[in-house]
């Protein structure tokens, strides 16, 4: 994992394709802010969730089972990620 000097300078986004990467077992290069998590990255529920998990141990948030209904998206993922940091 990274270490605290890390997760201040490396940018959000970046540190967010590369839990997604290692959890989804997809390509950083794949994963445009529009790319769907289903229809293109192939993620089935459980890899989400173990996604979700991951984010939230990575950055220290909660990502709640309510709140996965309405990511669909790369792009939703780091907004999510964004928005709970920043809370």
Excluded: H, W
């Excluded at 289903?38 to 996604?51: I, P, Q, R």
């Excluded at 990502?63 to 669909?72: H, V």
């Amino acid at each position: 994992m990274m270490d605290a000097l890390e997760k201040q300078t490396f940018p959000v986004e970046a540190r967010v394709l590369a839990v997604m990467a290692a959890t989804l077992g997809a390509d950083v290069e794949s994963m445009r802010p529009q790319a769907s998590l289903v229809d293109e990255l192939y993620a089935d529920s459980l890899e989400l969730l173990d996604m979700v998990m991951a984010l939230n141990d990575a950055f220290g948030i909660e990502i709640g089972a309510d709140d996965i209904a309405g990511i669909r998206t790369v792009g939703d993922v780091c907004s999510a990620v964004r928005q709970r940091l920043a809370a």
